[in-house]
């Protein structure tokens, strides 16, 4: 879909006439981990959730920000797991070069995986189908840094794998918000759920 925009004027004969005074692409903004990478860990999400509330009692939505040395190279080992590039990178590609949206890279991704974030997207010849790469260099709470990034760039829509997110996501920003689900939450209710890139994209409103 190519989103109108319309203004008015005055023609000779004094009517006024309604006429489109510029066109944009339907923006989407994509998550990385999960979304446009494919990533298997991301399967130990429920059961990590599931500790936190029941265990430690821990009910606020809130992530954990590597400090020291080891546990940023801890960080930095879980986030390798994130390999290839995701069902539908294809379908992307063709969308956008067909000109039918506008792509935004947004991650969640601490200052520490900024190197291998580009060295991934430019490994996979990606980086020039995003028209923004942002990367959460400062380090804040993951769900507060996409909200911020996806209303300033006012996205159409949003595609985002962590549940959690999503549903925090959902009625704040005014971006409609796609799930990407794996088999361990795939069973939470939600309108617009999809099992992989490609389903996602071919959901979007656009011809």
């Not at 979304?35 to 959730?49: D, E, F, G, L, W």
């Not at 067909?98 to 947004?106: F, K, M, N």
Request: aromatic content about 12%; hydrophobic content about 45%.
């Amino acid at each position: 879909m190519v989103v109108a925009n319309y203004g008015s004027r005055i023609d000779n004969s004094g009517r006024m006439v309604v006429q489109e005074s510029r066109k944009r692409k339907l923006r989407v903004g994509l998550d990385f981990d999960g979304v446009v990478a494919y990533n298997p860990a991301r399967i130990i999400r429920a059961p990590v959730k599931w500790f936190k509330r029941e265990v430690l009692g821990i009910k606020k939505l809130s992530f954990f920000v590597p400090k020291n040395w080891w546990q940023r190279l801890a960080w930095t080992a879980v986030h390798e797991s994130s390999i290839w590039p995701a069902t539908g990178i294809e379908l992307l590609k063709k969308m956008v070069n067909e000109g039918r949206i506008e792509v935004h890279l947004i991650t969640g991704r601490f200052n520490l995986l900024e190197a291998n974030t580009n060295a991934w997207l430019e490994k996979n010849g990606l980086t020039s189908y995003f028209k923004t790469v942002n990367i959460n260099l400062k380090c804040a709470q993951p769900h507060l840094f996409k909200q911020k990034i996806v209303t300033k760039l006012k996205l159409d829509y949003y595609v985002e794998d962590n549940l959690d997110i999503v549903l925090y996501l959902q009625n704040k920003v005014k971006a409609h918000v796609f799930w990407i689900y794996n088999f361990m939450d795939m069973r939470h209710p939600y309108p617009d759920k999809f099992p992989y890139l490609k389903k996602a994209l071919m959901a979007l409103p656009v011809k």
